[in-house]
């Protein structure tokens, strides 16, 4: 025994030692990667998703372009599926600067600017591009704007694209199929008005820990976009999934403001650009891994899916009106007003 690992041992050393012999001469040639953390930018990106999601694919391309195309003098250390800090932690060490990006739901950004639960409104937009058509108008842009006094700025916008509802009680068809139904919802009012309306019981669940309370029956069900549910395997809880595209979620790229202030214009012009064309591919991608996945698991026949025709989807739509009227009641038309589908 010891004369194996004795011979393993050296088996190993002598190839390193001999590496270590020829190489202790060689000079480097000179890159940034040379470089301390202190001496080059390092952005640590912290996000609560799996890596094969919209987010999480975007976030890898992002950090792969900046480095090759800053020469390694940017480093983007990308922290996913909460391994850093979860939902409720990732804000404060933003605006601390503890980390210098996130790209948090939209929906999370409410305790802040609750007027950015006008993304929530169910039904608020017929498509992605409404959304992003949206974001880039006078009000959207006013809306991020209201960040900064946060410490934050807003860099773009990532779909994950149109959320979905799951549970394992009955099929939901009707909108009155919810009723009594506990359903986990991200921190937004305006989720929460939308389930209590039609008679469930919203609860708000950090991301990482929904898997464990649909396993302990803490909730029935929950609403999330099928990149979201299946790459955290939220369907294998459930028995019924209802393909009703009800509201949007997406994300908003967010830098500490200092930060970001304190990088070399052609630095922050490098970043800027790459994000405008990760941007552009992660909405490709969002929509084609969305699509993808549906057809997977029609194929795989481990959830019962449903669809809502389009009668439903008018229900469905005039049952939420009120929620409308509280979103208008609350915080004005002015949001409400500008969304594509009233502006038409
Ligand atoms: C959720 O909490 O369901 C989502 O916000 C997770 C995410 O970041 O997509």
């Given at each position: 025994?010891?004369?194996?690992?004795?011979?393993?041992?050296?088996?190993?050393?002598?190839?390193?030692?001999?590496?270590?012999?020829?190489?202790?001469?060689?000079?480097?040639?000179?890159?940034?990667?040379?470089?301390?953390?202190?001496?080059?930018?390092?952005i640590r990106f912290s996000h609560v998703v799996g890596e094969d999601t919209p987010k999480g694919r975007a976030a890898r391309?992002?950090?792969?372009?900046?480095?090759?195309?800053?020469?390694?003098?940017?480093?983007?250390?990308?922290?996913?599926?909460?391994?850093?800090?979860?939902d409720s932690e990732e804000m404060k060490a933003l605006q601390n600067g503890d980390i210098q990006m996130i790209a948090p739901?939209?929906?999370?950004?409410?305790?802040?600017?609750?007027?950015?639960?006008?993304?929530?409104?169910?039904?608020?937009?017929?498509?992605?591009?409404?959304?992003?058509?949206?974001?880039?108008?006078?009000?959207?842009?006013?809306?991020?704007?209201?960040?900064?006094?946060?410490?934050?700025?807003?860099?773009?916008?990532?779909?994950?694209?149109?959320?979905?509802?799951?549970?394992?009680?009955?099929?939901?068809?009707?909108?009155?199929?919810?009723?009594?139904?506990?359903?986990?919802?991200?921190?937004?009012?305006?989720?929460?008005?939308?389930?209590?309306?039609?008679?469930?019981?919203?609860?708000?669940?950090?991301?990482?820990?929904?898997?464990?309370?649909?396993?302990?029956?803490?909730?029935?069900?929950?609403?999330?976009?099928?990149?979201?549910?299946?790459?955290?395997?939220?369907?294998?809880?459930?028995?019924?999934?209802?393909?009703?595209?009800h509201g949007y979620l997406g994300y908003f790229v967010l830098f500490n403001l200092e930060f970001w202030n304190s990088l070399?214009?052609?630095?922050?012009?490098?970043?800027?650009?790459?994000?405008?064309?990760?941007?552009?591919?992660?909405?490709?991608?969002?929509?084609?891994?969305?699509?993808?996945?549906?057809?997977?698991?029609?194929?795989?026949?481990?959830?019962?899916?449903?669809?809502?025709?389009?009668?439903?989807?008018?229900?469905?739509?005039?049952?939420?009106?009120?929620?409308?009227?509280?979103?208008?009641?609350?915080?004005?038309?002015?949001?409400?007003?500008?969304?594509?589908?009233?502006?038409?």
């Amino acid at each position: 025994m010891k004369h194996t690992l004795l011979f393993c041992f050296t088996l190993f050393l002598i190839p390193l030692t001999l590496v270590a012999c020829q190489t202790s001469n060689v000079k480097y040639p000179y890159d940034y990667e040379q470089l301390s953390e202190d001496e080059r930018i390092v952005i640590r990106f912290s996000h609560v998703v799996g890596e094969d999601t919209p987010k999480g694919r975007a976030a890898r391309k992002f950090a792969e372009l900046v480095k090759e195309r800053s020469e390694g003098f940017i480093e983007v250390q990308v922290f996913s599926n909460g391994s850093l800090y979860k939902d409720s932690e990732e804000m404060k060490a933003l605006q601390n600067g503890d980390i210098q990006m996130i790209a948090p739901a939209i929906s999370k950004l409410t305790f802040l600017i609750p007027e950015f639960a006008i993304y929530d409104l169910p039904y608020a937009f017929r498509s992605s591009d409404e959304v992003h058509e949206f974001a880039d108008s006078p009000a959207g842009q006013k809306l991020t704007s209201r960040l900064q006094p946060f410490n934050l700025i807003s860099l773009g916008i990532w779909d994950s694209g149109f959320k979905q509802l799951s549970n394992n009680v009955r099929p939901i068809l009707h909108y009155r199929n919810l009723q009594e139904l506990r359903i986990r919802i991200m921190p937004s009012d305006i989720l929460s008005e939308q389930y209590a309306s039609v008679g469930a019981t919203p609860k708000r669940i950090e991301f990482n820990n929904v898997f464990s309370e649909l396993e302990q029956n803490n909730v029935d069900g929950q609403e999330n976009t099928l990149s979201n549910i299946t790459s955290k395997n939220f369907h294998s809880l459930q028995d019924y999934l209802t393909v009703s595209n009800h509201g949007y979620l997406g994300y908003f790229v967010l830098f500490n403001l200092e930060f970001w202030n304190s990088l070399p214009a052609d630095m922050q012009l490098l970043l800027f650009e790459t994000l405008q064309e990760v941007q552009q591919w992660e909405w490709t991608i969002a929509e084609q891994m969305n699509a993808n996945i549906l057809q997977q698991i029609e194929n795989c026949q481990c959830i019962d899916i449903h669809y809502l025709s389009a009668t439903d989807i008018e229900e469905w739509q005039q049952a939420f009106e009120p929620i409308y009227n509280y979103f208008r009641n609350t915080y004005g038309s002015y949001y409400v007003n500008a969304l594509p589908r009233f502006s038409d």
